[in-house]
């Protein structure tokens, strides 16, 4: 799928004296282009504000467009994807559903699957698949948060989607269920589903998305793997290094990145990457290494980047009504 220019922005209360019910235009998503492929997880990652809930619930068709359009398969040959289109082909799966009462696990899901069209044979297949099988006769109030989420990713997935929508879906798991669920998408990956994550805690995704998409401000900075929005930032790559001993005589280095650091009988240091400084070298001077690490940039670092602000700018900003653009990565400032 592929989306064009897509724009949605919230109206918000802006009263006048003589009409007090006046509206204007407020935080949204505006002009996002990008590309969802078959069997891929993206990471859609920018702080809280910063307007993936809202692109989230646009491809899913549940907040109608204003501007642009989604197109299926081939550009040249589809025709745009109405918002009834997108509803049949994307599973939404929101950051929190109350599942709460005395209704079963399983009739509860057959509830939604009688709106979607499903059989029970198909509830009965995803309430397996999510690992729930064993507890279908369980009261949504019994249901802890790990089993709660696990619920509504069945939900989801009632109308076999081809998308997949996830709005912070590991908000609340501890370690051990979260990594389940991460095992399910891939799961889901195998078989072909395009599958969206959002999320807040960017140091997670690293390691199970094939792509990230870089939002502020209710607009996409960069999208791709993390090395090659790394390399269009102009970020390098640093090396963790440290060693037993006194802090050895680095003067001859010239990519040390920080001082070094001694600690009880070990000494550290930060070095950057510019494709010279080899664990070789150290050896030549007789410096003993314990630890050689390279250190990728961050998403964090990256958001940082390419909106010129820093840590604690990007994490507290909230999105402004007047969606004010920042660099797009290999753009200017506008």
Known sequence: MQLKGVTFRHKVSSPEPFRPWKKRLGPGVFEVSLSLHKGEILGLVGPNGAGKTTLLRTISGILPIQSGQFIQGDVEQSQPLASTDLRGLVGHMPEQVRWQGQQTVHDALMELAEMRGATEKRVNNLLKLVGLSERHDTSLSGLSQGMRQRLTLAASLLGSPKYLMLDEPLNGLDPVAA?????????????????????????GLQAITDRIALMHRGQMLACGSIES??????????????????????????????????????????????????????????????????????????????????????????????????????????
């Open 179 to 203: 990594t389940a669920f991460v095992n399910l998408l891939h799961q889901l990956k195998e078989k072909g589903v395009s599958i969206v994550i959002s999320s807040h805690q960017v140091e």
């Open 229 to 334: 929005i790394a390399k269009s930032l102009d970020l390098q790559t640093k090396i963790n290094v440290s060693g037993e001993g006194p802090a050895p005589d680095l003067s001859w280095c010239e990519t040390i990145d920080s001082k070094v650091e001694v600690d009880a009988s070990t000494w550290s240091v930060q070095l950057l990457d510019d494709g010279t400084t080899t664990m070789e070298m150290f050896l030549e001077k007789g410096i003993g290494i314990k630890a050689w690490t390279p250190q990728h940039p961050g998403i964090v670092e990256m958001l940082c980047a390419a909106t010129g602000m820093n840590i604690e700018e990007v994490g507290l900003d909230i999105a402004s009504p007047s969606l004010l653009p920042h660099r797009r990565v290999g753009g200017e400032e506008e």
